[in-house]
């Protein structure tokens, strides 16, 4: 199975920061990684897929790069709306595996 | 657009079987994986497996031989039977539809999520 890792596993920030989650790869997965925001008693929401390819309807202050191993997640000003956990996921190959959560706090 | 929504007992009996179902509306469920996905109370996401209108299916190998899957296109339905649960069995269950394009695959969209608890 690939294992993926996200860092940090929580972060505290302010409304308009830049905020940055990581994902790792145990292998190589080219470009097959995806990102979802899930709300709290929600279903999780598709933001990112292909790395880097912004879903419709989701807001442009998001933005998603990073190839093989390496991937990252930037919300560019936070805003009171993203305060969620957000999860990457890989679609290399079965089974499907997410990294264990980034909770975005409010500080 | 399409919508998905899943449905079953919310509570199982330990050694039990349970079952779930996956409506499809405002789309077809025709030539796409079905995925199924948990999440414990408080933890992560876990891909369960999925099944293709054609009958193509993959598990994860952490449930072993307890999943069984299937799909009903008249009925624009996926199902899912988990045998042999247990209290690490419950969860909110979600499915959700893989979309597949050259550019990569992903799951979108997903059901509102079921829970269920495991428990005599």
């Known amino acids: 199975d690939i294992q993926m890792t996200q860092s940090p596993s929580s972060l505290s920030a302010s409304v308009g920061d830049r905020v940055t989650i990581t994902c790792r790869a145990s292998?190589?997965?080219?470009?097959?990684l995806n990102w979802y925001q899930q709300k709290a008693g929600k279903a999780p929401n598709l933001l990112i897929y292909?790395?880097?390819s912004l879903q419709s309807g989701v807001p442009s202050r998001f933005s998603g790069s990073g190839s093989g191993t390496d991937f990252t997640l930037t919300i560019s000003s936070l805003q009171p709306e993203d305060f969620a956990t957000y999860y990457c996921q890989q679609s290399y190959s079965t089974p499907r595996t997410f990294g264990q959560g980034t909770e975005v706090e409010f500080k | 657009q399409v919508q998905l929504q899943e449905s079953g007992p919310g509570l199982v009996k330990p050694s039990e079987t349970l079952s779930l179902t996956c409506t499809v509306s405002?789309?077809?469920?025709?030539?796409?994986?079905w995925s199924w996905i948990r999440q414990p109370a408080g933890k992560g996401l876990e891909w369960i497996g999925r099944?293709?209108?054609?009958?193509?299916?993959n598990n994860n190998p952490s449930l072993k031989s307890r999943l069984t899957m299937s799909v009903d296109t008249s009925k624009n339905q996926s199902s899912l039977k988990l045998t042999s649960v247990t209290a690490a069995d419950t969860a909110v269950y979600y499915c959700a539809r893989e979309v597949d394009r050259g550019s990569g695959r992903w799951f979108d969209p997903w059901g509102q999520g079921t829970l269920v608890t495991v428990s005599s």
């Open positions: 292909a790395a880097s």
């Open positions: 099944i293709h209108t054609s009958g193509s299916a």
């Open positions: 292998q190589n997965i080219s470009s097959y």
């Open positions: 405002g789309g077809s469920i025709s030539n796409y994986y």
